[in-house]
């Protein structure tokens, strides 16, 4: 038994103003969805939507997951570039260097994005979104290859990654240093465990292979939190 991503969430001031933006970089459907958060239902096998969910807390340092988007030529990249500044992102600086071809930009709430550039051959294939890319461990990868039922696609220098068996967008995850935690992650995933199986089932076994119960203050949610052994807080929930 292994779990499905269901969805990877954000934070956010504005879910509705956040859900605009990524919309329209995207081009995936908005929809509202429980408790005053808005979704964006994929337009393609992506297989997992993007949440935004109401949220007063403060962007404190870089978030440790981010979007990498996929080009399919300098042009397009441009364009992709062009649309999300229009959009109310803005260029920012996290070290890139002049060599490196992918464009670094945040979200008009400061979350972190990059479109890659076209030649780049390790997303080839992927799908618009070509990864979430992670700030962790090797340990935390070889946890989520687990928790997903994906296989590792990457495995070297403490560098990992893994996709579903059906392909599209790869998660990944860059080793050591890793950033120190800063409060609640701002972008966490949202589980739900296959049909056949129960919530409680599925928590145990996340648990058995390095998961932790945590409490964020969460109150009564149809799910239950948990952390991955970097300390990334996720969500099983009872249903979608």
Same mark, same amino acid.
């Given at each position: 038994?292994? $779990?499905?991503?269901?969805?990877?969430?954000? %934070? $956010?001031?504005?879910?509705?103003? +956040?859900?605009?933006?990524?919309?329209?970089? +995207?081009?995936?459907?908005?929809?509202?969805d =429980?408790?005053?958060?808005? @979704?964006?239902v994929?337009?393609?096998?992506?297989?997992f939507?993007?949440r935004?969910?109401?949220?007063?807390?403060t962007?404190?340092?870089?978030?440790r997951?981010?979007?990498?988007?996929?080009?399919?030529s300098? &042009?397009?990249?441009?364009?992709?570039?062009?649309?999300?500044? $229009?959009?109310?992102?803005?260029?920012?600086?996290?070290?890139?260097?002049?060599e490196?071809?992918?464009?670094?930009? $945040?979200?008009?709430?400061?979350n972190?994005?990059?479109?890659?550039? /076209?030649?780049?051959?390790?997303?080839?294939?992927?799908?618009?979104?070509?990864a979430?890319?992670? &700030?962790?461990?090797?340990?935390?990868?070889?946890?989520? *290859?687990?928790a997903?039922?994906?296989?590792l696609?990457? %495995?070297?220098?403490?560098?990992?990654?893994?996709? *579903?068996?059906?392909?599209?967008?790869?998660?990944?995850?860059?080793?050591?240093?890793? @950033? /120190? =935690?800063?409060?609640?992650?701002r972008?966490?995933? &949202? +589980?739900?465990?296959? @049909?056949g199986?129960?919530?409680?089932?599925?928590?145990?076994?996340?648990v058995?292979?390095?998961?932790?119960p945590v %409490?964020v203050?969460?109150?009564?949610v149809?799910?239950?939190?948990?952390?991955? /052994? %970097?300390?990334?807080?996720?969500?099983?929930?009872t249903?979608?």
């Open positions: 038994m292994s $779990a499905d991503l269901f969805a990877l969430c954000f %934070d $956010a001031k504005d879910p509705v103003g +956040l859900a605009h933006f990524w919309s329209g970089v +995207l081009g995936w459907t908005p929809t509202a =429980r408790d005053g958060s808005v @979704a964006l994929p337009g393609d096998d992506t297989g939507r993007l935004f969910v109401p949220s007063q807390e962007k404190v340092g870089p978030n997951i981010h979007l990498d988007l996929t080009s399919a300098l &042009d397009d990249q441009r364009e992709r570039v062009a649309r999300a500044l $229009a959009l109310g992102a803005r260029h920012i600086d996290i070290g890139q260097r002049p490196e071809g992918q464009v670094v930009l $945040a979200d008009p709430e400061g972190e994005l990059c479109v890659i550039e /076209p030649d780049n051959g390790f997303l080839a294939g992927c799908g618009l979104v070509g979430i890319n992670c &700030d962790g461990s090797q340990e935390v990868g070889h946890f989520w *290859s687990v997903l039922g994906w296989p696609v990457w %495995d070297q220098d403490q560098e990992t990654a893994i996709q *579903s068996p059906r392909g599209g967008t790869k998660i990944t995850w860059g080793g050591p240093p890793v @950033a /120190p =935690r800063t409060g609640k992650g972008l966490h995933f &949202d +589980l739900v465990a296959r @049909a199986g129960g919530l409680q089932t599925e928590v145990e076994r996340l058995s292979v390095g998961a932790t %409490d203050g969460q109150g009564a149809d799910g239950v939190v948990l952390a991955d /052994p %970097d300390g990334n807080e996720f969500c099983v929930l249903s979608r």
